[in-house]
DNA sequence: CTGAAAGCGCTTACAG
DNA sequence: CTGAAAGCGCTTACAG
C-alpha cells in the first residue's frame, strides 16, 4: 500500500495512446460521448476510467478562453454570511464554475474597489457580492456582478420586497395584541435590506395609523439596541420593539431589563434572523427566519444567468421570510408607568 | 464615460509591441524587473500600465504546471466557520494563490471523501479544512492537508493543547468559587475539538479531586444542552456545567430554568466561543473566546509551509483561549436541596 | 541584457 | 465518424 509518489495526472495524450485513438477523438468524447462511433467510445471509455483520467481545466480553460471562474467577495471577519457563502459555492460548482473566495478587509469601499479590480483583471466570469458593497449605482459592466444584499432592491421594483411581508406581519401581530407605539433599531443602513426593513416599517406604522417613537440608525450591534433602549425617555409609550436583527433585539431586551422593565410584560421585543441561540434565551426571542441557504442559492442562479444572457430568474418564494413568535413579546402593560 | 465594451485584456504581446521589445522581456520584466536593463525596464513599466496589464494566470498556470490553486473545504450549510474561512482564504491571497471553496453537503465522511477527490484531481496544490474530516488516519499523500480541528492534535503532542488551558482555568475558578461537582456537555465526538475538551475536562477533574456526574457526548446543539440538563436527577448534585460551546450553555441554562433552577443561582454554565448574543443575553453567559481569524491564518500558514517544504511553523501564542467571566456562573448555593 | 523557439494540455475548425 | 494542425498566453532553457 505505498501510494507517495506525487502522481502525474494521466494527460488526454496518454488516454489517446491507451485507448489507440488520436487525443481530438478523446476531446470530442469529452464534449459529447455521442458524436462517437459506440466501438470507439468504449474504447475512449475504458482507457479514461483505467487512467483515472480528468481534463486539465487550466488548459481547457486557456484554450477556450473561458476562466469559468467565478468570485464570490465578501467582508473579511464577518461570519454570518457562511451559509448563503456555501450554498451559492455549491451552485456554482453544479453548473461547472470554479469560486473564487475573496474576503476583503475593510467596509463597502473597499469591497466595491475590490471587486472593480477583480473586473478589470478579465479572470472572473462574474462576481457575487455577499456582504454589501455600498449599493454604489451599477454601471454597465463587462462582468455581471450580483449584490446578495440587494437584492430585494430588485424585489422592490417587483413590489415584492421580501422583507415587506414579515415587517408588517410581525407589527400587525404586535398591533393586534393592543400595541400602539414602536420602535424600530435598524441595522446598518448601508445595507439594503437595513434600508428595506426600515422603510417597511416606517410604511407599516403609517399605514395602520400606529405610532412610532423613532427609527434609530444602528450598526447591527448589540449595543445599538441597548443603548437605543437606554436612551428612551422615562415616560416613553413605546411598548415594542421591531429590532433589525437578533443581536440588536437581545441588546434592547438587555436595555429593558437594565432600567427595570420586564421583557415581554414591560416591552415587547421581535429580532430578525433566527439565530439558533435566540430559541433557548430566557425569554425566547421572537424572530423572522431567513433561508440563507436558499438566498445563497438564488443569487447564484442570478448571476448564472446573466452569464448566460438568459432571463434572470423570477424571485422565488423560497426567499420569503418566515415570522416566528416566541417568549419575547406578549400584550402591552395596562399601564406604562404604573 | 460610456466604457461598456467587454475590453478584452491586454496580451503580453501586446505590451511588448508598445514597449518595443520581445514578449520575452516582458515576461521577464514581470519575473524579475531588475534582471532588465533600466531603460528598457522604462519601456515595459510604462506600456504596463498603459495597458492596465495583468498576466494571465491561467495561462501562467498552464506553462508553470502549478495551478496556485488551494481549496478550501467546509461543511455545507454550517454558518460557524465563515471567519476561518475569510482569514484563511486573505492569508492564501497574500501568498499568491487562488482559493477554491468546496462546501460539501453531508457529514465528515463525506467531506474525507470529496478531499480524496480533489487530491486525485491533482489540480489542487493544498487542502484546508475547516470542518472536521472525521480524523482519518492521514495517508501519506501528494497534496498537503490541513484540517483546522485537528491543529489541536498537533499542539496536544507538543504538550500545548490549546483547549486544554481553557478548560483547566474554568475548572479551577469554579473550584476556587466552591464547586465540587461538574457536568460537561461534549460536543460532536467527531471533532477533535470536542474530544479534546471532553478529554481535558476529565483529566483536570481527576487532577483536581473534583466530582464529575458525566461528560455527556452531544451534538452542539442547544438541544443537547436542554437535555443534559432535564435529565439529571432531581437529587442531582451537580452545580457547575462545563458545556463545549454556547449554544449547548445556552440550553443548559434553560433546561436548569425549566426546571425551577436559578442560574447561577443553583448552576453555574459555562459556555465556548464568545458568540455575541451571549453578552447580551440574562444571565450573560461565561464563555472561551477563540480567536477564529488567527485559528484560519495559522491553518493556512501551516499549509503553505507544507506546501512549499518548509518546516511547519510553531503553533503561535495567539490560538491561545481567553477565558471570559459573565454572569452565568457564580458560587454553588449553600444547599443544593434547601 | 535580450530574442527566437519550444511547449504546457487542451479545443476547434478544417479535411478526409 | 475520425485525425492532423493550429493556437490559446504564457515561461524557460538556449543562443547570441
Not at 478523446?26 to 467510445?41: E, F
Not at 480553460?61 to 457562511?82: E, H, Q, W
Not at 460548482?93 to 473566495?101: C, K, P
Not at 433566527?274 to 433557548?280: A, I, Q
Amino acid at each position: 500500500m505505498s501510494e507517495a509518489r506525487p502522481k502525474r495526472p494521466a494527460t488526454i495524450h496518454e488516454v489517446a495512446g491507451l485507448a489507440g485513438v488520436s487525443h481530438t477523438t478523446v476531446s470530442r468524447y469529452l464534449q459529447d460521448k455521442d458524436s462517437l462511433k459506440p466501438k470507439t467510445r468504449i474504447k475512449v471509455e475504458f482507457a479514461v476510467k483505467t487512467l483515472d483520467y480528468r481534463p486539465n481545466l487550466v488548459a481547457r480553460s486557456m484554450r477556450t478562453r473561458r476562466s469559468n471562474r467565478l468570485a464570490i467577495v465578501l467582508a473579511a471577519g464577518s461570519y454570518f454570511p457562511g451559509r448563503q457563502l456555501s450554498a451559492a459555492s455549491e451552485t456554482a460548482h453544479r453548473a461547472g464554475y470554479q469560486v473564487e473566495v475573496v474576503s476583503v478587509e475593510g467596509g463597502p469601499r473597499a469591497r466595491a474597489e475590490r471587486i472593480e479590480d477583480l473586473v478589470r483583471s478579465g479572470q472572473v466570469e462574474g462576481i457575487l457580492a455577499i456582504s454589501s458593497i455600498g449599493g454604489k449605482g451599477r454601471r454597465t459592466r463587462s462582468v455581471p456582478i450580483v449584490e446578495i444584499d440587494s437584492y430585494d432592491e430588485q424585489l422592490h421594483v417587483l413590489g415584492e420586497l421580501a422583507d415587506a411581508s414579515a415587517v408588517r406581519e410581525i407589527i400587525e401581530h404586535l398591533s393586534s395584541l393592543g400595541h400602539r407605539t414602536f420602535l424600530h433599531v435598524a441595522g446598518d443602513q448601508t445595507f439594503t435590506s437595513a434600508r428595506n426593513r426600515k422603510s417597511v416599517y416606517l410604511e407599516t406604522i403609517e399605514s395602520l395609523g400606529l405610532r412610532s417613537a423613532g427609527a434609530v440608525d444602528g450598526d447591527w450591534s448589540g449595543q445599538s439596541g441597548f443603548d437605543a433602549i437606554t436612551s428612551l425617555p422615562d415616560d416613553s409609550d413605546v411598548t415594542a420593539v421591531v429590532a433589525a436583527n437578533d443581536l440588536i433585539a437581545m441588546g434592547a431586551i438587555r436595555g429593558a431589563l437594565s432600567r427595570g422593565w420586564t421583557v415581554p410584560g414591560d416591552l415587547s421585543v421581535f429580532g430578525w434572523n433566527d439565530d439558533e441561540l435566540g430559541r433557548f434565551t430566557t425569554p425566547s426571542l421572537s424572530t423572522v427566519a431567513v433561508d440563507f441557504e436558499a438566498q445563497g442559492h438564488d443569487a447564484m442562479h442570478r448571476l448564472l444567468a446573466e452569464i448566460r444572457g438568459e432571463p434572470v430568474p423570477e424571485p422565488s418564494n423560497r426567499t420569503v421570510n418566515h415570522v416566528i413568535y416566541r417568549e419575547s413579546i406578549a400584550p402591552p402593560p395596562p399601564d406604562r408607568h404604573a
